[in-house]
């Protein structure tokens, strides 16, 4: 299949990256950031975490600056909501990510999937909705108990090296984690392994998004999903 590309080497990109938690930006999107950069994109990158108390806080600012080594801009950012009781906090976390969207304008927001069966990361994937209207919207995955991981429609590859250095960061940020059963690099490397084989990855690894929406463009004036050379 002939891959799309949303910018080429040189170009800048400016990215909106919404996590419900600390590392779930990293999981979810992380190796995508990272082959970003490695492959020279001038990226732009607002990074935005809503619920990090105690040393979460610490961890999810110094993963973020570790995973956006090398962007052209960054801007990180975390918040204060209560783990675990977004939906009840929806009017506050709205009123939060609207004054993010006065702030910029990005070219891409990625952000949990609606369907998520984690009601945190549902309600973070209702309001990327609700508020960012006109924006390439792309929902990633975290494997979790509750086995939701669904049928994407949009990979990116990954390389043998940005797979590694994911699994790489995500160990040496998240101590809190390392505990949980399922926080390991079997669980990262396997889910990126299947969305691999099932888009052919050259390198057998990719991640896995949903993107509801896409427009394509074909005219001067218009940004285009291209093929990539």
């Not at 950069?37 to 990158?45: F, P």
């Not at 979460?56 to 975390?78: H, M, N, T, Y």
């Not at 809190?176 to 690099?185: E, G, N, P, Y």
Request: hydrophobic share 40%.
């Amino acid at each position: 299949m002939k891959p799309l590309a949303i910018a080429r080497p040189g170009e800048r990109l400016s990215v909106l990256c919404l996590g419900a938690h600390a590392d779930d930006i990293e999981i979810g999107a992380g190796g995508t950031i990272l082959e970003w950069i490695a492959a020279g994109i001038e990226l732009d990158a607002t990074w935005c975490v809503l619920s990090t108390p105690g040393p979460r806080r610490a961890e999810a600012e110094a993963s973020a600056a570790a995973f956006l080594e090398g962007a052209a801009d960054r801007w990180i950012e975390s918040g204060d909501f209560d783990d675990g009781l977004f939906p009840s906090q929806l009017r506050a976390i709205k009123a939060h990510l609207a004054g993010l969207r006065e702030r910029i304008r990005p070219d891409v927001v990625l952000t949990h999937r609606r369907d998520d069966a984690h009601q945190d990361h549902r309600t973070v994937g209702e309001l990327t909705w609700n508020l960012f209207r006109d924006h390439l919207v792309l929902e990633y995955e975290i494997p979790k108990w509750d086995g939701d991981v669904g049928r994407p429609n949009l990979y990116m590859p990954l390389g043998a090296r940005a797979m590694e250095r994911k699994i790489e960061l995500l160990d040496a940020h998240f101590g809190s984690q390392r505990s949980k059963d399922w926080f390991d690099a079997e669980t990262f490397r396997g889910l990126a392994r299947l969305r691999g084989m099932e888009c052919r990855a050259p390198e057998r690894y990719a991640e896995a998004f949903v993107a509801p929406k896409l427009t394509l463009g074909v005219s001067g004036n218009m940004p285009a999903l291209r093929a990539a050379e």
